[in-house]
């Protein structure tokens, strides 16, 4: 039912406008699932439960997901003095609650599809070397042909000592890419969506970023099923310093 109602009203209503009365509705539906077994951490709300869509879990009230709720939780970690923030196609939960605490954040978005203050191209940032403390590319890399100019220009524009938290879909064994499969049934079939363009191994998207310059750390979570924010059951993401 989130589902086909979501559809529906795209087609209805342009993007722009959804995404402004986006906290109106929700707050309407969060009413009705409002509860204490569960909880958003990242807009505090109690809920009776998360909402089912695909392999996903969406809070009523902001809509976070189950990675993002994640997200939230190591940013918590590093979101202290006065840092320079960068994310790229940032989620709407997460843009929402990084601009209400009024943090020195920039969301960056090229597709129309996310909030965003400007457009850039990761492969060539438009920004001065060294310029964010913190850059969030999380389920970026995937998208992009050019990689490894990706991975540079993320390196060029973090400061020293900066860290840049990435995340991507995940398999076995090694990298997958073909730059000759470009039509996008091909592409769903092989990458797992129309819009990817490879699926990474951990260790090949570490020595890959390694290769550029940074210093990675992954990180493995496990959680148990029905958690009470509903974080991802595996989620692996990658912490990567200059």
Known sequence: MYQEIKKALKKLIPGSAIYKAEPFLRYWHYLYLKGNKYECNICGSGLKTFIPQGNHLICPRCGSIGRTRRLWNILNNYLYGNKKILDFSPSRSLYRKMKDMSLDYTGSDLSGDFLSDVSYDICNIDSNKETYDLIICYHILEHIPDDKMAMQELFRVLKSGGLCIIQ?????????EDESIQNPDD????????????????????????????????????ESDGNKFCFDPEHIVLICRK
Do not use: A, M
Request: net charge positive.
């Open 168 to 176: 991507t879909p995940f398999k076995d064994g090694d990298i997958y």
């Open 187 to 222: 592409r769903k079939k092989h990458f797992g969506q129309e819009d990817h363009v490879r699926i990474y191994s951990v260790s090949g998207l570490r020595d890959r970023l390694r290769n550029s310059g940074f210093e990675v750390d992954v990180r493995e979570y496990s």
